[in-house]
């Protein structure tokens, strides 16, 4: 099971920290990932990491603002987003993907095994 929290309003500009933690698995296990939706719109890739956390890979549209990481040992992604601007609103999903590399990343929906409920980040101008 996956649990995102930390969304939330914050101004254009701002700062937001995403946090899933995970249970029931071997979190060191699983390569994680976050993925955006917003409304009337697909889910897209944000940024993934690795098992070992040696290997990340971000979307064009956020790389310099956001950063992801893991503490395997809290079994917890994290998605450091700054300079939030007003079209990251979304809802906001942590994945996990079992796998069997520890510096495979994946970016693609369908190569997940777990969700998370999501999160709302609303970006106001």
């Known amino acids: 099971q996956l649990q995102a929290s930390g969304g939330g309003l914050v101004q254009a500009g701002g700062s937001l920290r995403l946090s899933c933690a995970a249970s029931?698995?071997?979190?060191?296990?699983?390569?994680m990932g976050w993925f955006l939706q917003a409304p009337g719109k697909e889910r897209e890739f944000v940024a993934a990491i690795s098992r070992n956390a040696g290997n990340l890979n971000y979307a064009e549209s956020v790389k310099g603002r956001f950063t992801i990481s893991r503490d395997n040992a809290k079994s917890t992604v994290y998605l450091q987003m700054s300079s939030l601007r007003p079209e990251d609103t979304a809802i906001y999903y942590c994945?996990?993907?079992?796998?069997?590399?520890?510096?495979?990343?994946?970016?693609?929906?369908?190569?997940?095994?777990?969700w998370g409920q999501g999160t709302q980040v609303t970006v106001s101008s």
């Open positions: 994945a996990a993907k079992k796998s069997g590399s520890v510096t495979y990343y994946y970016r693609a929906k369908y190569q997940y095994d777990f």
């Open positions: 029931g698995r071997t979190f060191s296990s699983y390569a």
